[in-house]
């Protein structure tokens, strides 16, 4: 199976209070295409600076992330950004959505920014697919919660990215909504062969995963083939016994 990401020794450091240490220590990893990968572990173990530094959010301290042909923090800042519009796509727990625009402006924005062409039709399409087109003339804060998420999902998927980062895309969501949302990142996987990475605190995730990675103090301390959620909850609760 061909690699969308590979990451090797890659180390982020920051400090606190003058002191130094690693949020990611050392990580190598291959992350393959066209399938959903799954980073879990406790809280502040590293799982957003790995993915924020596998996404061309923040440079890491050092390492390399290969995508493609390319070396993601050999480019320009201005090649990077121009990069990520292109070929990557972001759902955050918050949604990330400018109140000021409508649904439609919000999900064309990356297009527009990076300056390529827009099919209305095909808006159109994808926000009906999501269950969201009747509110294209919306500003989120008219929306609910779920609702919203699906509108990022929307935003993400009319860029028509080669790689999807997702950082706790259900934190914020009720049950219902929450399997909503899961489903429709399984769905880009297998519809759209877009290699899916997300963050999570959900063990449902876990059932429709490829792969869970368990991170814990910046390592990866388990890279696991389609576990089962109890596998995933033992290895867990194992590395936390004293
Ligand atoms: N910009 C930053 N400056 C200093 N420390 C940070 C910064 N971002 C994250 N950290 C620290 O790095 C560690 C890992 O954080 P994070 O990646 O957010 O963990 P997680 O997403 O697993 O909760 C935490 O100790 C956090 O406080
Ligand atoms: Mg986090």
């Known amino acids: 199976m061909a690699t969308a990401i590979q990451c090797r020794g890659m180390t982020v450091a920051f400090e606190n209070a003058g002191e130094k240490f690693l949020a990611v220590d050392a990580v190598d990893v291959d992350i393959p295409e066209a399938t959903l990968t799954v980073i879990m572990g406790p809280s502040g173990s590293g799982k957003t600076t790995l993915m924020t530094s596998l996404s061309g959010l923040h440079t890491p301290t050092s390492g390399s992330v290969r995508t493609g042909d390319r070396e993601l923090y050999a480019l320009s800042p201005s090649a990077l950004a121009d990069f990520r519009l292109r070929r990557f796509g972001y759902i955050f727990q918050d949604y990330g959505l400018l109140a000021a625009l409508t649904v439609r402006d ?23 697919d999501l269950d969201i087109a009747q509110y294209l003339d919306h500003t989120p804060e008219e929306l609910s919660g779920g609702t919203q998420q699906r509108v990022a999902c929307a935003r993400a998927l009319l860029g028509e990215p080669d790689i999807l980062f997702a950082d ?10 929450a399997r909503r949302a899961r489903s429709i990142l399984r769905r880009f996987v297998d519809d759209h062969a877009i290699t899916v990475l997300t963050v999570t605190h959900d063990p449902q995730f876990v059932e429709i995963a490829d792969r869970v990675l368990l991170i814990r103090d910046g390592r990866i ?18 590395s936390v016994a004293p």
């Not at 919000?106 to 009906?128: F, H, K, S, W, Y």
């Not at 301390?221 to 194992?238: F, M």
């Open 106 to 128: 919000n999900i064309t924005l990356p297009m527009r920014a990076a300056g390529r062409a827009i099919d209305p039709q095909r808006v159109v399409a994808v926000c009906e």
């Open 168 to 177: 706790e895309p259900t934190g914020a969501l009720d049950s219902g909504n």
């Open 221 to 238: 301390e388990h890279n696991l083939d389609a576990p089962t959620a109890a596998e995933v909850i033992e290895l867990s609760e194992r």
